[in-house]
């Protein structure tokens, strides 16, 4: 018998918020089931000759937009519940940053820090043949991108394997977040990271909800911690780092550091890539275990690892004004409340950490174009901004030097736009569910519920699914 747990909080905030909806309980029933789920089981022969069962999932939460998309996780954690929880995620964030595909979620049950690369990568291989047999992968129908313990390498395995097995025209579209040269995209690794400062940035830019919780408006001088210096937690504090906030503490699985005045962030990675670690850092204080650090003195924590992270146990104790939900699920529904209470203001996962889909959207995009962003328009657009250069010149005393004419001529390529089109994506959706927040005065993870429920609803009523 599974205990669904994890899954069982998403539909309570699901639920919660679908209150404020028109749909009647059947629609929301279908809504909020699992379409596809599918568990396997399959042998991997170890390097010392030994064979071990290794248990992997793919859950297709809503077929309403095709292709379903979502990360592959290999962490211990990964059971039926979890990945059905994440899979539904996926939809509802999906919808809330307007991004169209339905939600789905994989995993493996490793910790791959257990294995050789080579175990790794036939465990990766032998898992996507699996998905392909049972029509869990493709450019059309399921769509898997990096999650908590994979990355890049792992996407040009999963990217690869179908390859060799599929004559798809489009077969680079059938997994996102791989390596430039395999048909990646520039700013997908950092994108979730930058999404999530994108949308810390526009949450701190709003005076009236700044003052509320007795903070200025700006990131500038704002002090943040973060739980797991993974991809989104070192993306996330780069990025706030350079717009000027401090990082006051860091969380990791050896332990937990603090400085008030700020740790250097890039002398903390090289410190960590030298000893695997960041206890014993000598920039900050070494403290008792990896939670205290959640409950230090700062405005903004950015919990970046895994699941119920902030819960009944620590919520009391937790003293930041803003929580950016840079992980899937790292707040308890019940963590959730006491903190509200408390006048905190909760960015939820299902808003803030969607710039990984979006751009493994656009990566999809330019996969199934066979085009990359910016091929067709950058010299263009350069040469039509030289042109107006020029007339400004001509008309005026104002010449430009080579340096201000790079700077003002340049066109967008595929940084650029893609840079941009995330930008744009977390600055609209913010505002789109803070509108809806203000209006049904909820907190922001029913405004965004609310928003989700809302667009893929809408779809269901015209999909006929009650033939
Ligand atoms: P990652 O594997 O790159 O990094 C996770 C980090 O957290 C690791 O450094 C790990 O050591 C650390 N960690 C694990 N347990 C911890 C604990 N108890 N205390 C402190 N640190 C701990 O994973 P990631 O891709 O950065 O994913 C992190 C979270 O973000 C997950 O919830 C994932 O679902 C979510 N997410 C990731 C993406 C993405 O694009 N990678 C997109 C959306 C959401």
Redesign the pocket.
């Known amino acids: 018998m599974i205990d669904y747990k994890f899954f069982d909080q998403v539909n309570r905030a699901f639920d919660k918020a679908a209150a404020y909806t028109r749909f009647d309980s059947g629609l929301l029933s279908q809504m909020k089931s699992c379409n596809d789920i599918l568990h396997i089981t399959f042998p991997l022969e170890r390097d010392d000759g030994s064979i071990e069962v290794i248990h992997g999932w793919r859950v297709e939460h809503s077929h309403h937009k095709l292709p379903t998309k979502g ?1 592959i ?1 290999y962490s211990l954690t990964v059971n039926e519940d979890e990945t059905m929880a ?1 899979a539904a995620l996926m939809t509802y964030k999906c919808a809330v940053v307007n991004v169209p595909f339905g939600g789905a979620k994989g995993g493996i049950r490793i910790n791959k820090n257990d294995y050789s690369d080579q175990e790794l990568e036939r465990i990766t291989r032998r898992f996507t043949f699996q998905l392909y047999k049972k029509n869990f992968i493709g450019p059309g129908s399921d769509v898997p ?5 994979t ?1 890049a390498r792992e996407m040009g395995w999963i990217l690869d394997t179908f390859r060799q097995i599929s004559s798809d025209i489009n077969a680079e579209g059938c997994v996102t ?1 791989k390596p430039l040269g395999q048909g990646g995209i520039r700013g997908r690794t950092e ?2 990271g930058r999404g999530v400062f994108f949308g810390i940035e526009e949450a701190c830019s709003n005076k009236e909800d700044m003052n509320k919780i007795g903070l200025e408006t700006g990131i500038e001088g704002k002090a943040f911690v973060v ?7 070192y993306h996330s504090a780069k990025y706030l780092t350079e717009a000027g906030a401090i990082m006051v503490g860091i ?3 050896d332990g937990s550091i603090y400085n008030e005045n700020g740790i250097d962030l890039k002398k903390l990675t090289d410190y960590r890539r030298e000893t695997g670690g960041i206890v014993g850092f000598e920039g900050a204080q070494t403290l008792e275990d ?2 205290t650090v959640l409950e230090a003195k700062c405005d903004i924590l950015i919990p ?4 119920n ?1 902030l819960n009944a146990e620590n919520a009391q104790r937790i003293k930041a004004k803003i929580i950016g939900e ?5 707040t308890t529904s019940e963590a959730h409340e006491i903190i509200k209470k408390r006048g905190a203001l909760i960015i939820p ?1 299902n808003y803030l ?1 969607a710039g ?2 979006t751009v493994s959207y656009f990566e999809w995009l330019k996969n199934i174009q066979h085009v990359r962003f910016g091929r067709m328009g950058k010299r263009f657009e350069e040469d039509s901004y030289k042109r107006i250069l020029s007339v400004i010149e001509a008309v005026s005393d104002r010449k430009f030097s080579d340096k201000e004419l790079k700077y003002l001529a340049k066109g967008g390529g595929e940084a650029e736009l893609v840079d941009s089109g995330l930008k744009d994506t977390m600055v609209n959706s913010y505002n789109e569910i803070n509108e809806i927040r203000k209006k049904h005065e909820v907190d922001l993870r029913t405004a965004a519920f609310i928003s989700a429920i809302n667009k893929v609803g809408e779809i269901y009523e015209h999909m006929g699914i009650f033939p």
């Not at 970046?304 to 699941?307: D, G, S």
């Open positions: 990360g996780r994440l991108a990096p999650d908590y313990g990355g977040g994108a979730t739980q797991g210096l993974g991809n989104v937690g969380a990791e699985m990896s939670n970046a690892a895994l699941e992270q840079a992980a899937n699920g790292p996962d950490n990984g889909v």
